[in-house]
């Protein structure tokens, strides 16, 4: 019987979803084109759109770090990425606000590819490379004007445990508009909704998440020469912090 209860749950989460995100948009391009406070915008997007799929879902996040976060200047968040519930529970966690990149096919969405373009997501084509990085190189302005960003640097989803390795191009876009970066560790998400799949929670009724946010890397004293070196060591402090994670959240 509990079986039976936690499918009908993933199913109905799935029609939940599609709604709630709906109607969320709707609220966003109303709120952004009578150009209310960014702040209510910020504060929809997190408490309403994102806290509460992520509880519907089931997830409780365990976080450590938020002391890490800077708070007087633009960032990068470089998370892990292995689930559709990511960005959402990023955006549950984060005393900051954010904007993130998706690819660019969800700016293909009715309604909901409207609301990201205005509120200002990055479209990331990840077939065209040249155009990625203008894409960067525009958002370079709001960065300076103190906005954050955050960036999936394995690119896609994974499918496994293992992280994989990391793109250049989050790490140039940081290099170049001299923000620090915050590497977050996220482990059991996919737990709760694996890659490829699109039901939650079928086997279990909560998912414990952790969420740990690594210090704050200054770049000011790098080049885009020292792309790679910059790009392994980062990897290689995530990759560290996951592999203590996985025994608490990986079962």
């Given at each position: 019987?509990?079986?039976?209860?936690?499918?009908?749950?993933?199913?109905?989460?799935?029609?939940?979803?599609?709604?709630?995100?709906?109607?969320?948009?709707?609220?966003v391009?109303?709120?952004?084109?009578?150009?209310?406070?960014?702040?209510?915008?910020?504060?929809?997007?997190?408490?309403?759109?994102?806290?509460?799929?992520?509880?519907?879902?089931?997830?409780?996040?365990?976080?450590?770090?938020?002391?890490?976060?800077?708070?007087?200047?633009?960032?990068?968040?470089?998370?892990?990425?292995?689930?559709?519930?990511?960005?959402?529970?990023?955006?549950?966690?984060?005393?900051k606000?954010?904007?993130?990149?998706?690819?660019s096919?969800?700016?293909?969405i009715?309604?909901?590819?409207?609301?990201?373009?205005l509120?200002?997501?990055?479209?990331?084509?990840?077939?065209?490379?040249?155009?990625?990085?203008?894409?960067?190189?525009?958002?370079?302005?709001?960065?300076?004007?103190?906005?954050?960003?955050?960036?999936?640097?394995?690119?896609g989803?994974?499918?496994?445990?293992?992280?994989?390795?990391?793109?250049?191009?989050?790490?140039?876009?940081?290099?170049?508009?001299?923000?620090?970066?915050?590497?977050?560790?996220?482990?059991?998400?996919?737990?709760?909704?694996?890659?490829?799949?699109?039901?939650?929670?079928?086997?279990?009724?909560?998912?414990?998440?952790?969420?740990?946010?690594?210090?704050?890397?200054?770049?000011?004293?790098?080049?885009?020469?020292?792309?790679?070196?910059?790009?392994?060591?980062?990897?290689?402090?995530?990759?560290?912090?996951?592999?203590?994670?996985?025994?608490l959240?990986?079962?």
């Amino acid at each position: 019987m509990f079986k039976i209860f936690l499918w009908l749950r993933a199913l109905l989460f799935i029609f939940f979803v599609v709604i709630h995100t709906f109607i969320s948009s709707l609220f966003v391009i109303s709120l952004l084109l009578i150009k209310a406070p960014r702040s209510w915008v910020d504060w929809f997007i997190r408490d309403y759109w994102c806290k509460t799929m992520v509880k519907l879902a089931g997830i409780e996040v365990e976080l450590s770090g938020v002391e890490n976060i800077p708070q007087d200047t633009g960032f990068l968040y470089l998370f892990t990425h292995s689930s559709h519930l990511d960005i959402p529970v990023l955006f549950s966690q984060s005393p900051k606000s954010f904007r993130f990149g998706a690819k660019s096919s969800l700016f293909k969405i009715p309604i909901f590819g409207y609301a990201i373009t205005l509120s200002g997501t990055l479209p990331i084509s990840r077939e065209n490379r040249s155009k990625v990085f203008e894409v960067y190189r525009q958002a370079e302005e709001r960065v300076a004007k103190g906005e954050a960003f955050a960036l999936a640097p394995e690119g896609g989803r994974r499918k496994s445990d293992e992280i994989k390795d990391f793109k250049s191009g989050p790490f140039l876009f940081a290099i170049n508009a001299k923000m620090p970066i915050v590497p977050v560790v996220l482990c059991g998400v996919d737990r709760c909704l694996p890659n490829g799949s699109v039901f939650i929670n079928t086997s279990r009724f909560k998912q414990k998440v952790g969420m740990r946010i690594l210090p704050a890397m200054d770049l000011k004293g790098y080049n885009p020469e020292q792309v790679k070196q910059l790009k392994d060591q980062v990897r290689e402090q995530m990759v560290k912090t996951y592999e203590e994670m996985k025994p608490l959240y990986l079962n």
